[in-house]
């Protein structure tokens, strides 16, 4: 993205470097990474900076509107409310592609948004390591708002742990050690000393929980949630509290916004960054050019269920239309010039939401497949997960 960087960057590109780089992230967790990370961060030029700054501003404006009207779809089934919801989500990413506009330049469009915790430890880690194995640019900074790294993790700690005694604050997860994130919960037990906790392990008194650690039962008090339900349902581990009791935690992260701010509202967010979406029970007559459109379940994770190429006869087959929405398809553009052609991306935004939203991270994902995802990139380089530089 900007032409001199990119270029120093590949020419001091090496692969021994990028495999020592790895090989740092894998004794960190002692095995190897379950996600693939990309050889390259992305280097924002000072213009598609200050329009993702604009653009997520925009949406979040939207987004709180929404939540302060109480005009959140209240369709969401009951099985994945829990009692005690916040006044709004702690944690908010918003997912951009990077397109091209009638100038050339490049312009993010809105795919998905979240009420829920994404790799926000992983992230700071991933910074400083790809500066102590490759050329970054001394005054680039994956960061937003003034952070930098001790800045950020206090913020973070502040935002999970708050004024309690860490070994009382958990993350809560289905079988975290098996999870693809679990360098995220790692790290997290590294910086602010909390344990990661399985549903299965929780032990429930009355409206108290409690987990163990050696041979003592530790009061639970604030819950860094992890847990995804649709994930949960689909899983042979059963928890063995009442998600659905008024229990006497707090959730760093309620369940429910995971749910409320999702798909389920892209129809009802109106910004030039976003693109036109639809309630697929709302629509009377299908769009003519149906081949423009991707069909997106509302109640799914990690894009399970989304059909990129869809026709009336699919349409017409689902039962439950009001769970899925129609969105326009943007056309991702050639971003980040590689030995091997041009990778596409994603840029994830990154907001903690204490007493207002902060900008305060980001995270970037490459591809050269169909669609952003494993499954489109099997077998390619110079794609994956990483993370975004800028002045």
């Known amino acids: 993205m900007i032409k001199s960087i990119r270029e120093e960057f590949n020419q001091k590109f090496n692969i021994s470097v990028y495999s020592n780089f790895l090989n740092d992230i894998n004794k960190l967790i002692g095995r190897e990474l379950d996600f693939r990370v990309c050889e390259t961060p992305l280097f924002l030029d000072e213009n598609t900076k200050e329009k993702l700054i604009e653009a997520s501003y925009e949406i979040i404006n939207e987004i709180s509107l929404l939540i302060e ?24 990413q918003i997912d951009f592609a990077l397109t091209k506009d009638d100038d050339n330049s490049f312009t993010p469009k809105l795919i998905e948004l979240q009420g829920f915790p994404s790799l926000y430890n992983f992230q700071a880690y991933l910074e400083q390591n790809l500066r102590k194995h490759f050329w970054i640019p001394e005054n680039f900074t994956s960061y937003f708002n003034g952070l930098n790294y001790s800045d950020y993790l206090h913020l973070l700690k502040e935002t999970i742990v708050g004024e309690h005694d860490p070994a009382n604050v958990i993350l809560l997860e289905i079988d975290p050690l098996h999870q693809k994130t679990w360098i995220d919960f790692h790290l997290a037990e590294m910086n602010f000393g909390i344990k990661p906790v399985c549903v299965s392990d929780i032990i429930q008194r009355g409206n108290k929980l409690f987990y163990k650690s050696g041979n003592k039962k530790i009061k639970i008090e604030r819950i860094y949630n992890r847990v995804i339900f649709d994930e949960l349902e689909r899983s042979e581990i059963f928890p063995s509290f009442n998600f659905y009791d008024d229990l006497d935690v707090e959730w760093a992260g309620h369940p429910s916004w995971f749910f409320k701010v999702s798909k389920n ?88 939401w204490n ?26 380089t110079w794609v994956g997960a990483n993370i975004a530089f800028h002045s």
């Open 265 to 352: 509202i892209l129809p009802l967010i109106k910004s030039k960054y976003s693109p036109k979406s639809f309630y697929l029970n709302d629509i009377n007559n299908y769009p003519e050019n149906l081949e423009a459109y991707v069909l997106k379940p509302l109640y799914s994770f990690a894009g399970s269920g989304v059909m990129i190429d869809i026709d009336k006869n699919i349409l017409d087959k689902i039962k439950h239309k009001e769970n899925y929405i129609l969105q326009k398809k943007v056309e991702y553009a050639p971003v980040i010039k590689t030995p091997e052609g041009y990778s596409k991306t994603e840029i994830r935004m990154m907001f903690l």
């Open 355 to 380: 007493k207002e939203p902060v900008l305060v991270n980001n995270l970037l994902r490459v591809s050269k497949g169909k669609m952003i995802g494993v499954d489109y990139n099997k077998n390619k």
């Open 69 to 92: 009207n109480k005009q959140l779809r209240n369709n969401i089934p009951k099985k994945y409310l829990v009692p005690n919801e916040t006044k709004h989500p702690l944690f908010l």
